[in-house]
C-alpha cells in the first residue's frame, strides 16, 4: 500500500490529529515539526522523523531528546510499525492505520431526512443544557492557526469529532460545482477521520452531499439498521445517521462537512453534550452547532481571501486605490478607460556589464536587481502611482488612473527624484566601504492621454496603460544614455509643474529642446529635470549659459552656441553631444535642417 494514516491522540478529545503519510517522504514528528504535536510537553520540538516504506513506518528518534518512545511498552530508539500498531511518547499515543474513505453511489434511501434551513438553525437556541461553548470558543483559534488549506482542515475535522462524540467520522469534502452529477470522482475528500477504528469503509453518501450542496442547506439522513445490513449493494457502513453541511463563501466554494454516526444510547462511555438519536429531529444540536462552525469558517476564509486581495493590490496599487476598492468592492473601478497620465519608465543602467562580471553568481545579480526594482516601486507607490509593468531591469508607473490626481506630472517627478537620490546614496555607501558600486538609474517622464486598466486573456489578467505617452516616456528613458543624464521628462509634464512646487523641490532645467526620438514620427520637446542639490557650485553657476547655448543651437547660431558649449562642457555632459554635432557640419547647420535632432537609432546623435 502507497498510503496509510498516522493517527496522534492526547490525553483530551481534541489533542488529535489524522495525517496522511506519503510513501517514502521522511517527516518530522514534534512540537514544532511537520507533524506537530503543540499539546504534549513531553515532546521535544523536533522528536523523531518518521518514514513509511510502503510495508511499514520506520521510527527514529532524534539525538539528544529528553523523553524516550515507548514502542511494544519498550523505551526504543529505532523501530519499524506495522498498520495497527502503535507507538506513544509522553502522554500522546501515535497509532498507523490503512483505514479508507470511498464516497459511494450505494448508499440506502434513508429512512427518514429532514433538511435544516440556515435561517431555521440561526433563530434555533441550543436544546443542551450543556451546548459545546469550549469548541466554540476555540473555532477562531483554530481556524486563524492553520497556515495552509489542508492544516485548515485537519483542525476543523479534529475539533468536530471532539465536539461531536456520538459522531463515528467527520470529513471535509469539496464538489465540483460546475457538475450537477452524482459521479463520485466530481466530490473530493480534502480530510477525513473516524473516532473508533473498524474494518469497514468509511462510505459518505454521494446522494447526501450532492442534496445538501445544491440546496445549500443542511442535510440529515437517517438509515435503518436492518434494511442497511441487507442492502443488495456494495455499501457496508457502521454509520446509522449522517448529515452533511455546505459552505457558503466563495471562498470556500463547494466545500461541505459531513458527519456520520451510530445511534448513541443512554450508557454511553462517552459524555456528551448531545441527545439520543432516533429521528433527524434529534441531530437538531449537532446540525446547529456544524453551521456555526461552517459560518466561521466561511467568515473567517472569506477575510482571509481579502486580506490576500488587498497584499496583491498593495504590490501595484498605493493606499489611496486600495481604500477605494475596499470601500466600493467595485474592481469596475480598474476597468480601462482613457485618462490623462504621466507615465514613467526607470531603466537600470550598466545591467549588461553587471551581467557579465556575476555570470557566476546569477542569484547573486537577481538579488541586486530585485533590490532596485524594490526602490523603484516603493517611490512609485508611496507618491500614489500604480505599477504598470516589469521589463526585465526596468519598471513602469503611471499616476492619473484610476483615481484623477491633477498633480500627476509632480508626483512622477517627485518618485523619479526620490529614486535617483536613493540610488545615489547607496553609491555614496560603497565608494565608503569600498565594495562594488550599485546600479545607476535612467528616468524618462512622459505626461498626456492614454488608456489605462485591467488587461488581458482568461488566463492572464494584469494593470498597465498604453498609448502615445506611454511610448514617449520609454523613448525618454532610452535617450538620457545619449545625453548622460538621468531624468528626462517632455514639455507636457514641464508646464504641469507649479513654480510652488518648482520653488519648494529647488528644481532646475536643463533644456535640450526639440528631438525625434528613435522609433517616433514627431518630434518631443525634452527637458532634463535636475534637483538644485545636485550641482556643483561650477555647475549651478554655468547653467544659465548651457541653456543660452542650447536656444542659440535652434536658433541656427552655432558660432555662439559652440562657443558657450565649449564654456561650460565640463559642467553638463549634454554640451558635449551639442559640440559633436556642430563640428561633424563644420560649424554650419546643414541646408534645410528643421532645427530639431534626428535620433535614427538608439543611441546615436545628429549628423551619426
Known amino acids: 500500500m502507497d498510503t496509510v494514516q498516522l493517527v496522534a491522540q492526547g490525553e483530551r478529545s481534541h489533542q488529535r490529529w489524522r495525517r496522511t503519510l506519503v510513501k517514502d517522504q521522511p517527516l518530522a514528528l514534534g512540537r514544532k515539526a511537520a507533524l506537530p504535536v503543540p499539546w504534549d510537553t513531553h515532546i521535544s520540538r523536533q522528536h523523531a522523523e518518521v518514514t513509511w516504506n510502503g510495508?511499514?513506518?520506520?521510527?527514529?528518534?532524534?539525538?539528544?531528546?529528553?523523553?524516550?518512545?515507548?514502542?511494544?511498552?519498550?523505551?526504543?530508539?529505532?523501530?519499524?510499525?506495522?498498520?495497527?500498531?502503535?507507538?506513544?511518547?509522553?502522554?500522546?499515543?501515535?497509532?498507523?492505520?490503512?483505514?479508507?474513505?470511498?464516497?459511494?453511489?450505494?448508499?440506502?434511501?434513508?429512512?427518514?431526512a429532514q433538511t435544516f434551513s440556515s435561517d431555521f438553525l440561526r433563530h434555533a437556541a441550543f436544546r443542551s443544557t450543556e451546548p459545546p461553548i469550549d469548541a466554540l470558543c476555540r473555532l477562531p483559534d483554530i481556524i486563524t492557526g492553520a497556515h495552509t488549506e489542508s492544516e485548515l482542515c485537519i483542525r476543523l475535522v479534529t475539533m468536530i469529532l471532539s465536539a461531536i462524540p456520538n459522531a463515528s467520522a467527520a470529513a471535509i469534502v469539496r464538489c465540483d460545482t460546475s457538475k450537477n452529477g452524482m459521479a463520485e470522482e466530481d466530490i473530493q475528500v480534502l480530510h477525513w477521520d473516524r473516532t473508533k477504528q473498524s474494518d469497514q469503509e468509511f462510505q459518505p453518501s454521494a446522494r447526501l452531499i450532492r442534496e445538501a450542496t445544491n440546496a445549500g442547506e443542511s442535510i440529515v439522513h437517517v438509515w435503518n439498521a436492518r434494511r442497511q445490513s441487507s442492502h443488495k449493494y456494495t455499501y457496508r457502513s457502521d454509520a446509522l445517521w449522517a448529515f452533511c453541511t455546505p459552505l457558503q463563501s466563495k471562498a470556500c466554494a463547494g466545500w461541505a462537512i459531513y458527519v456520520a454516526g451510530t445511534a448513541a444510547n443512554s450508557d454511553s462511555d462517552v459524555s456528551h453534550h448531545f441527545g439520543i438519536v432516533t429521528s433527524p429531529g434529534d441531530l437538531q444540536d449537532e446540525v446547529k452547532f456544524t453551521q456555526v462552525a461552517a459560518t466561521t469558517v466561511d467568515n473567517l476564509r472569506q477575510i482571509q481571501s481579502l486580506q490576500r486581495r488587498e497584499a496583491v493590490y498593495s504590490a501595484f496599487f498605493s493606499e489611496p486605490v486600495i481604500r477605494t476598492l475596499a470601500d466600493t468592492g467595485d474592481v469596475e473601478v480598474l476597468a480601462p478607460k482613457q485618462a490623462n497620465l504621466s507615465v514613467m519608465f526607470c531603466d537600470l543602467r550598466g545591467f549588461s556589464r553587471k551581467s557579465e562580471q556575476l555570470s557566476e553568481d546569477l542569484f547573486g545579480l537577481l538579488r541586486r536587481v530585485s533590490e532596485s526594482l524594490g526602490i523603484m516601486t516603493h517611490q512609485i507607490l508611496e507618491t500614489g502611482g500604480v505599477i504598470g509593468d516589469f521589463h526585465g531591469d526596468s519598471a513602469m508607473g503611471f499616476w492619473g488612473w484610476p483615481l484623477d490626481q491633477p498633480d500627476r506630472a509632480e508626483r512622477a517627478c517627485l518618485a523619479a527624484m526620490a529614486i535617483r537620490d536613493t540610488f545615489a546614496a547607496l553609491a555614496q555607501q560603497a565608494d565608503a566601504a569600498g565594495s562594488a558600486s550599485p546600479f545607476r538609474v535612467a528616468i524618462g517622464i512622459g505626461t498626456g492621454a492614454g488608456v489605462a486598466g485591467r488587461i488581458g486573456t482568461k488566463d492572464q489578467v494584469k494593470v498597465t496603460a498604453f498609448g502615445p505617452v506611454v511610448n514617449i516616456a520609454a523613448r525618454l528613458e532610452t535617450t538620457t544614455r545619449i545625453f548622460d543624464a538621468e531624468i528626462l521628462i517632455d514639455r507636457a509634464t514641464q508646464t504641469q509643474l507649479g513654480q510652488e512646487f518648482l520653488g519648494q523641490h529647488r528644481i532646475e532645467f536643463r533644456p535640450l529642446g526639440p528631438i525625434r526620438m528613435y522609433g517616433m514620427e514627431t518630434a518631443v520637446d525634452v527637458t532634463e529635470l535636475v534637483d538644485r542639490n545636485w550641482l556643483t557650485p561650477s555647475s549651478a553657476q554655468s547653467l544659465p549659459r548651457f541653456q543660452q547655448a542650447v536656444q542659440a543651437f535652434y536658433q541656427l547660431d552655432w558660432q555662439l552656441a559652440e562657443s558657450l558649449f565649449q564654456e561650460c562642457q565640463d559642467d553638463h555632459s549634454a554640451a558635449k553631444f551639442f559640440l559633436r554635432n556642430i563640428r561633424q557640419h563644420q560649424g554650419n547647420p546643414p541646408p534645410d535642417w528643421p532645427a530639431r535632432l534626428d535620433l535614427p537609432t538608439k543611441a546615436s546623435g545628429f549628423g551619426e
Open 55 to 112: 510495508q511499514s513506518l520506520l521510527v527514529q528518534t532524534q539525538p539528544d531528546v529528553l523523553n524516550p518512545i515507548y514502542f511494544q511498552g519498550v523505551p526504543t530508539e529505532r523501530f519499524d510499525v506495522l498498520p495497527g500498531q502503535h507507538f506513544a511518547i509522553g502522554s500522546t499515543t501515535f497509532k498507523l492505520l490503512s483505514d479508507l474513505i470511498n464516497i459511494s453511489l450505494d448508499a440506502p434511501r434513508p429512512a427518514a
